[in-house]
T-cell receptor, first 116, second 114 residues
Framework: GAVVSQHPSWVICKSGTSVKIECRSL??????MFWYRQFPKQSLMLMAT?????????EQGVEKDKFLINHASLTLSTLTVTSAHPEDSSFYIC????????????FGPGTRLTVL | AQTVTQSQPEMSVQEAETVTLSCTYD???????LFWYKQPPSRQMILVIR????KQQNATENRFSVNFQKAAKSFSLKISDSQLGDTAMYFC???????????WGAGTKLIIKP
């Protein structure tokens, strides 16, 4: 099946620093990628939709200046958490839409971010 | 707006038993897709089964099958001969035909006991 990777799988950073998370579709091209945030024991919360070559579309309540998304190629989208604070600590998951597989979303393994 | 409801926060069954997870949804769309995803302790989201609303036949994937009742807007997942590896969070999700975003249910934690 379609494979999506995320890097890093976990990261610990100090408050005030920025952290970049990469999402790659390994064996297909993804014109659309999605970024989710998942709190413990909760469902996925869509943060933004990332389209290759254009600006991301953010969900209501998500600060676009804090969560910078770049989708520069058909296989790579990045999420940068700027000036991270402890409340940004969470599990971040990306997914990529595969046109050749019924437009299904395939998910990355997630990134655990801890801000000290 | 579309909503997905999973009314069972947690379920527990013995290995080899059959278990059914419930999901209801609300939409005014006629063309859409429904999904069950599994999220094991590793937290990797895995697609279990997919159903197109225009198909009357219920989808099946080995031990996993759905009961899709379009009029009732119900989409339950049946797991037969449950295995320890089925222990996971299970999420029901909805997608319109015209929009690629997934609408998620709150999830059901399924525990398979040996």
């Amino acid at each position: 099946g379609a494979v999506v990777s995320q890097h890093p799988s976990w990261v610990i950073c100090k408050s005030g620093t920025s952290v970049k998370i990469e999402c790659r579709s390994l064996d297909f091209q993804a014109t659309t990628m999605f970024w989710y945030r998942q709190f413990p024991k909760q469902s996925l919360m869509l943060m933004a939709t990332s389209n290759e070559g254009s600006k991301a579309t953010y969900e209501q309540g998500v600060e676009k200046d804090k969560f910078l998304i770049n989708h520069a190629s058909l296989t790579l989208s990045t999420l940068t958490v700027t000036s991270a604070h402890p409340e940004d600590s969470s599990f971040y998951i990306c997914s990529a839409r595969d046109l050749d597989r019924y437009n299904e979303q395939f998910f990355g393994p997630g990134t655990r971010l801890t801000v000290l | 707006a579309q909503t997905v409801t999973q009314s069972q926060p947690e379920m527990s069954v013995q290995e080899a038993e059959t278990v059914t997870l419930s999901c209801t949804y609300d939409t005014s769309e006629s063309n859409y897709y429904l999904f069950w995803y599994k999220q094991p302790p590793s937290r990797q989201m895995i697609l279990v089964i997919r159903q197109e609303a225009y198909k009357q036949q219920n989808a099946t994937e080995n031990r996993f099958s759905v009961n899709f009742q379009k009029a009732a807007k119900s989409f339950s997942l049946k797991i037969s001969d449950s295995q320890l590896g089925d222990t996971a969070m299970y999420f029901c999700a909805f997608r319109m035909d015209s929009n690629y975003q997934l609408i998620w249910g709150a999830g059901t934690k399924l525990i398979i006991k040996p």
